[in-house]
Every structure is written in structure tokens, then in C-alpha cells.
């Protein structure tokens, strides 16, 4: 087994490697400013490391220093073209997260209605929210009470939530016949409860 101190070393091994690498590529930049490598090899340092707006400085530095004529001038555009995509790339902190933080953070901040709307954010936050069976193993649509905010709609959602409803509970309104056509259509296969709610109006 390592020691704290070697396992510190390894830790530290990649960041001292990044720095001496760009340490020797100013320098080539420095002495050799026509020349593309040291732009390259600073450019691609930056872009891996997330640092993009660093990379296309020196991208357009190398542009701006070596002949168009020489034959790597092209590969400075096309270094320059990746970081400026990667830049304007949202990036998706959810789907680069542990399911099991996801979950947690689901638990102890959303509630089903809450967290439906993002659902539509993308694919990714989609296939996440809606396999999370906890969310969807009870469900309610409608209400018997018309004073009441209504709940987003679910039933949407349904036929890509089907796997996970074990409870379903409808309160009878315009919505039932497609309700019905869905329950008929999609797969509750754990589903063991269905009630039908009707609200009687007072005389």
C-alpha cells in the first residue's frame, strides 16, 4: 500500500506535468515566435484543461505570428475552431455527477412537482429524473377539489414513467378517456392499485 506522501506525489504528478509544459512552450513561443509548436503545444494545454479562453489567445497568437504558408498554420485554425466550440458549450453538470449524489440532491431539494420542468432541460436531465422510480410510484391526477392549484401535468409523462407507478389515483374529469388509453397502451407492470375519484358538487 502507498503512503499518504507517495499518493500526494501521484496527485500532484499531472498539475506539475501541465506547468512544465507550458512553461516550455512560452519559452519556445518566446524564442522562436514564426515557429507553431510552442502555440500549439500551449494552445492544446489550455483547451484540455478547460482554460478556453486562454487557448484561443494563443491560437490567435500563432495565427497572427506564423506564415500561412507553413504547414501547420492549419492546425493553430483548427485548434483555435475546438476551443471556441468547447467555450461555447453548456456544460452539463448533472449528468457528470455520481447517481447516488443526484439522488440525494433530489430527495432533500425537489419534490415530484418541482422537479418535472426539468425534465425538458435535455435528454440527459430527462432519462435521469424519469428513471428515478421514487418520484413516480405514486401518482395523483386531477383534483377533486376545483378551488385547488392543479399539479403539472404528469399524465404526459406517463408513457416513459410507466415502469415505476405502483399507485394511481384519477379524479374524473376531461383527461380520464386519455388516461384510460394510456393505461392500456404503456407498461404498469408493478402497478397493483388504481382508484377513480369523482367530486360531488353541492346542491
Not at 7 to 24: C, S, V
Request: aromatic content about 10%; charged content about 25%.
Amino acid at each position: 500500500m502507498n503512503s499518504p506522501k507517495v499518493r500526494a506525489e501521484k496527485r500532484r504528478a499531472p498539475e506539475r506535468r501541465y506547468k512544465n509544459e507550458l512553461r516550455g512552450a512560452w519559452n519556445m513561443m518566446t524564442c522562436s515566435p514564426e515557429d507553431p509548436t510552442g502555440y500549439l503545444i500551449a494552445g492544446h494545454c489550455y483547451k484540455d484543461h478547460g482554460k478556453q479562453k486562454k487557448a484561443i489567445k494563443v491560437f490567435n497568437m500563432g495565427l497572427n505570428q506564423v506564415s500561412i504558408k507553413h504547414k501547420e498554420y492549419e492546425a493553430l485554425r483548427q485548434g483555435k475552431q475546438e476551443a471556441e466550440s468547447r467555450k461555447n458549450k453548456r456544460m452539463d453538470i448533472l449528468g457528470l455527477l455520481p447517481l447516488e449524489i443526484i439522488h440525494s440532491i433530489f430527495d432533500n431539494y425537489f419534490d415530484r412537482n418541482s422537479i418535472t420542468p426539468y425534465s425538458r432541460v435535455c435528454s440527459t436531465w430527462r432519462n435521469i429524473i424519469l428513471n428515478y422510480s421514487k418520484f413516480w410510484e405514486r401518482l395523483y391526477f386531477g383534483s377533486v377539489d376545483p378551488n385547488s392549484t392543479p399539479a403539472p401535468p404528469h399524465h404526459m409523462l406517463l408513457p416513459s414513467i410507466s415502469q415505476h407507478v405502483q399507485e394511481v389515483e384519477i379524479s374524473y374529469d376531461r383527461r380520464i378517456e386519455l388516461l384510460f388509453r394510456i393505461l392500456r397502451t404503456a407498461n404498469f407492470s408493478k402497478m397493483w392499485s388504481l382508484k377513480i375519484l369523482q367530486y360531488k358538487t353541492s346542491k
